[in-house]
C-alpha cells in the first residue's frame, strides 16, 4: 500500500499495547578491546533455518549500530533470568556506556571476533549480511556462521516495563 493511503494507529497507543507482548532479551555486541560495544535488545527472531540467518531492530541512534556496521561483523548472545543485571547495564539505563558495559562478565571470541557472552543461554556468531533502513530502526540481517549453545536454565524474559524469568511450567490442558 502507498504511504499516501496509510493512515497509522496512534504511536502511543501502539507503544502502550505491545507491552503485553513477552519477549526473550539478548545482548547484541561487536568490536574488540577498548573498542567493544553492545547494547541490550528484544528485537530477535531467526529469518531462515537454511543458511541459518537472524536479524535484529537497532535504533539509527544505536552506536552498537555504527560499530557493527564498520566492522561487518555481531555477536548475539541470548540472557538467562540470572543475567538481569548485565541487562540492566546495556541498556544504558544505569549511566554505563561504551567498553565498560562489558567488565564483570566472561568474553570469549568465536569465528568473528566479536565478543561472545561465556555463559550466554545461547550465542550466535554473525556476519552482516544486509542492514535495512526503516523508519527509525534498522533492520540487520546476520549470517549465522558459529554459535554455542549453554546449558538448558530459566530464560530471561521482558514484558510490561520489567524482567522476568521464563520457566517451562507446563500449561493445564
Ligand atoms: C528490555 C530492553 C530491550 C531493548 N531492545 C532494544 C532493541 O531491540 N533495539 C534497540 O535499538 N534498542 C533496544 N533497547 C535500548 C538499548 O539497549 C539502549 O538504547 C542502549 O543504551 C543502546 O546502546 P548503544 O547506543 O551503545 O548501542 C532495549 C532496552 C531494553 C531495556
Known amino acids: 500500500m502507498s504511504e499516501r493511503r496509510l493512515h497509522h494507529a496512534d504511536s502511543t497507543a501502539f507503544r502502550k499495547a505491545m507491552r ?42 544505536s552506536s552498537t549500530l555504527a560499530s557493527l556496521e564498520e566492522t561487518g561483523a555481531f555477536s548475539v548472545n541470548l540472557l538467562a533470568a540470572r543475567h538481569q543485571a548485565l541487562a540492566h547495564r546495556f541498556s ?13 562478565a566472561e568474553w570469549i571470541a568465536l569465528a568473528t571476533g566479536a565478543p561472545v557472552l561465556a555463559d550466554a543461554l545461547a550465542a550466535f556468531d554473525c556476519i552482516v549480511e544486509e542492514a535495512i533502513e526503516r ?39
Not at 149 to 167: F, H, N, Q, S, V
Open 92 to 104: 544504558g539505563r544505569g549511566g554505563v556506556h561504551g567498553p565498560r558495559r562489558f567488565e564483570g
Open 135 to 173: 523508519h527509525s530502526h534498522v533492520i540487520v540481517l546476520g549470517a549465522v556462521v558459529s554459535l554455542r549453545e549453554g546449558i538448558d536454565e530459566p530464560a530471561l524474559a521482558y514484558t510490561r516495563g520489567d524482567y522476568a524469568a521464563a520457566g517451562r511450567a507446563k500449561l493445564r490442558q
Open 20 to 61: 503485553a507482548l513477552s519477549s526473550g532479551v539478548a545482548i547484541v555486541a561487536c568490536g574488540d578491546g577498548d573498542r567493544r560495544i553492545g547494547c541490550t535488545v528484544t528485537s530477535i527472531a531467526s529469518l531462515s533455518l537454511t543458511p541459518p540467518t537472524l536479524f535484529i531492530c537497532l535504533a539509527r541512534s
